[in-house]
T-cell receptor, first 115, second 112 residues
Framework: NAGVTQTPKFRILKIGQSMTLQCAQD?????MYWYRQDPGMGLKLIYY???????DKGEVPNGYNVSRSTTEDFPLRLELAAPSQTSVYFC??????????????FGPGTRLTVT | DAKTTQPNSMESNEEEPVHLPCNHS???????IHWYRQLPSQGPEYVIH???SNVNNRMASLAIAEDRKSSTLILHRATLRDAAVYYC?????????????FGQGTTLQVKP
């Protein structure tokens, strides 16, 4: 199992450009999440999905869009990049969040700089 | 709102036990305590979780106070590889979304 994979590892964008951060998992998890982590801070939830075709906003969704057409993939779209979106982005996935066994699996992250 | 309080940083010597505290004084009856850690330049990884009883696994032990308002993650013999940011998270056991709310965590430094 590759687990959760993210591409690219690094990216520099100019202000106003667009890009898609890719996330894929091969564990057949229904639940997937996108977080961002600013320097010295904890992770903040951007969007999440409880299954193919179902997405919902997290704590900081402004400036981002997501889609979930398959169980495996959960891309994150930045439409008009702004310097405030400079951050490290983590994708995660999990099985059904049963309280006694719940665990999220994280990818290695994408470091994005907007200048 | 992370709803947990942790020290910003702690230091430990290699091969000594480490006790990482977490305060969650407003915890509700359905909240589990989860711990994740984040090694440098990596995504977080699950460490352990519990509800009321103390828990042990291959990575660590979790001691939960009787009133559940605080807990302690115990690393029995710290290694250099344990240097990381440790996050204590209240997870709503009745949740159907699986959302985790991360605070700033405790940065653990392990000295050789």
């Amino acid at each position: 199992n590759a687990g959760v994979t993210q591409t690219p590892k690094f990216r520099i964008l100019k202000i106003g450009q667009s890009m898609t951060l890719q996330c894929a998992q091969d564990m057949n998890h229904n639940y997937m999440y996108w977080y961002r982590q600013d320097p010295g801070m904890g992770l903040k939830l951007i969007y999440y999905s409880v299954g193919a075709g179902i997405t919902d906003k997290g704590e900081v969704p402004n400036g981002y869009n997501v889609s979930r057409s398959t169980t495996e993939d959960f891309p994150l779209r930045l439409e008009l990049a702004a310097p405030s979106q400079t951050s490290v982005y983590f994708c995660a996935s999990s099985y059904l969040p049963l309280a006694g066994t719940y665990e999220q699996y994280f990818g290695p992250g994408t470091r994005l700089t907007v200048t | 709102d992370a709803k947990t309080t942790q020290p910003n940083s702690m230091e430990s010597n290699e091969e000594e036990p480490v006790h990482l505290p977490c305060n969650h004084s407003t915890i509700s009856g359905t909240d589990y305590i989860h711990w994740y850690r984040q090694l440098p330049s990596q995504g977080p990884e699950y460490v352990i979780h519990g509800l009321t009883s103390n828990v042990n696994n291959r990575m660590a032990s979790l001691a939960i106070a009787e009133d559940r308002k605080s807990s302690t993650l115990i690393l029995h013999r710290a290694t250099l590889r344990d240097a990381a940011v440790y996050y204590c998270i209240r997870y709503d056991g009745s949740s159907n979304t699986g959302k985790l709310i991360f605070g700033q965590g405790t940065t653990l430094q392990v000295k050789p």
